[in-house]
């Protein structure tokens, strides 16, 4: 299976909204609820930040979001804030023990 | 609090091996699934190979088949990857991470330990 398409960099102003798209196929992204997104500060362990498409854990805000459309994914950041300035990858299970993993998104904060 | 630590990598020639390990702490180690998931320079990640809580179920991405074993020793919280018949495409940095449940997302990783195959 082929990585998940993310954008390779957004960017937005604090307070902003900025969204990341991840694209797949009916084999993974459209074929199951189970995208989970992943924020990655370079050097430090990537953190769960959605998963089942739009669920978030207890310790992450309601600025996150996601959604899902068809074989694409979104990550939504509203009220962009300095600390969300990271790398940003999806991933979806993609049937048996297979997982696809988008090709992170750097989002920066101006 | 979780915590997942790797270490065992470095730099190595082709054809050579290479053991990796994952210390895990702050969770219930001997009922979890895990992975073993890379990233190459410049590229998306990709899962490497899964063990079962118990280890009796594994699975093993097609590009480390054969090269590649998982194991683990839940007496001791420890997660290992054993790498031989290393190849240059295999550069990369390694973490493990913890399956919440079978289809789940991964709620836990490491850090990373970098792997770089080169003469």
């Known amino acids: 299976q082929s990585a998940l398409t993310q954008p390779r960099s957004v960017s937005g102003s604090p307070g902003q909204s900025v969204t990341i798209s991840c694209t797949g196929t009916s084999s993974d992204v459209g074929g199951y609820n189970y995208v989970s997104w992943y924020q990655h500060h370079p050097g430090k362990a990537p953190k769960l930040i959605i998963y089942d498409v739009s669920r978030r854990p207890s310790d992450i805000p309601d600025r996150f979001s996601g959604s899902k459309s068809g074989n694409t994914a979104s990550l939504t950041i509203s009220g962009l804030q300095a600390e969300d300035e990271a790398d940003y990858f999806c991933c979806s299970y993609g049937g048996s023990y297979n997982y696809v993993f988008g090709t992170e998104t750097r989002v920066t904060v101006l | 609090q979780v915590h997942l630590v790797e270490s065992g990598g470095g730099v190595v020639q082709p054809g050579r091996s290479l053991r990796l390990s994952c210390a895990a702490s702050g969770f219930s180690f001997g009922t979890s699934g895990m992975y073993w998931v890379r990233q190459a320079p410049g590229e998306g990640l990709q899962w490497v190979a899964f063990?079962?809580?118990?280890?009796?179920?594994?699975a093993y991405a097609d590009s480390v088949k054969g090269r590649f074993t998982i194991s683990r020793d839940n007496s001791k919280d420890t997660l290992y990857l054993q790498m031989n018949s290393l190849k240059p495409d295999d550069t990369a940095t390694y973490y493990c991470?913890?399956?919440?449940?079978?289809?789940?997302?991964?709620?836990?990783w490491g850090q990373g330990t970098l792997v770089s195959v080169s003469s």
């Open positions: 991470a913890k399956l919440t449940v079978f289809r789940g997302p991964f709620d836990y």
């Open positions: 063990t079962s809580y118990d280890g009796t179920n594994k």
